[in-house]
């Protein structure tokens, strides 16, 4: 019987695709010593936990117990801020390892213009491991990273984790004469890096990349530098 429903025929199906965003809230410039006491309450946050779609070596990961981050973005006219609170059940640092094989945060950051940026690594694009456990002298290690006093960072450890606190100055992100404003906006990820032991493999947690965010850019979400009043909106891939 005729029921309404062609029994041959073509559907059309549109799909969007949004880009992974992130709106940094406008705040006065933060004091860098991982107590972030001095944030705004009610910043909204980026998680990472069970649900995420870009866990690396998920085989090794045991879920929210195991790990589960929160990360906040604002900025200032010194800097784009970032406060990553880190759950961790066990903290480790392989010493004969490089910073990436132990607990600790990598940032991505892509400061070139949006009419300037192939997916590839070159002047304006950055890898920066910073490691949770041990001290740091001269270049951090990455791909074209920074020396360790050309941004603000600390770890403060706390029962059950760490805060990673970090000013990155805009003006080493993107060389004059850009002057940030409200609406700029530059390209960005981060990785929780998760041992849980000495020996073994450990696993690897990306806001957005799903390939190699060492080597290639094309993951990378955005980041905009909100105004007051704004709504944030963040998206996962």
């Not at 010194?78 to 940032?107: F, K, N, Q």
């Not at 491991?129 to 450890?157: F, K, M, S």
Request: aromatic share 8%; proline share 7%; charged share 25%.
């Amino acid at each position: 019987e005729d029921d309404g429903i062609p029994e041959a025929g073509a559907v059309e199906l549109e799909v969007v695709l949004r880009e992974a965003r992130y709106e940094a809230r406008p705040m006065a410039t933060p004091v860098v010593d991982g107590a972030i006491a001095d944030w705004p309450a009610d910043m909204e946050a980026m998680i990472l936990d069970t649900a995420s779609a870009t866990v690396v070596n998920r085989q090794v990961y045991g879920g929210d117990a195991d790990l589960r981050v929160t990360v906040r973005a604002g900025w200032s006219a010194v800097g784009l801020h970032l406060a990553v609170a880190v759950e961790d059940d066990a903290l480790v640092d392989a010493p004969e390892r490089p910073a990436w094989e132990s607990d600790g945060v990598e940032l991505y950051v892509d400061g070139r213009p949006e009419d300037e940026r192939p997916p590839t690594y070159g002047p304006g694009v950055s890898q920066l491991v910073l490691p949770a456990l041990r001290p740091v002298a001269g270049r951090l290690e990455g791909n074209r990273a920074w020396e360790v006093d050309e941004l603000a960072w600390t770890v403060r450890p706390r029962d059950g984790g760490y805060v990673l606190e970090a000013t990155l100055p805009f003006d080493r992100i993107r060389a004059a004469p850009w002057r940030p404003a409200a609406g700029d906006s530059l390209r960005f990820d981060l990785m929780v890096n998760d041992r849980d032991d000495l020996a073994g493999t450990q696993s690897h947690h990306r806001l957005w990349s799903t390939g190699s965010a060492a080597s290639t850019t094309a993951g990378y979400g955005v980041v905009v530098l909100g105004s007051l009043g704004f709504e944030n909106a963040y998206a996962f891939a």
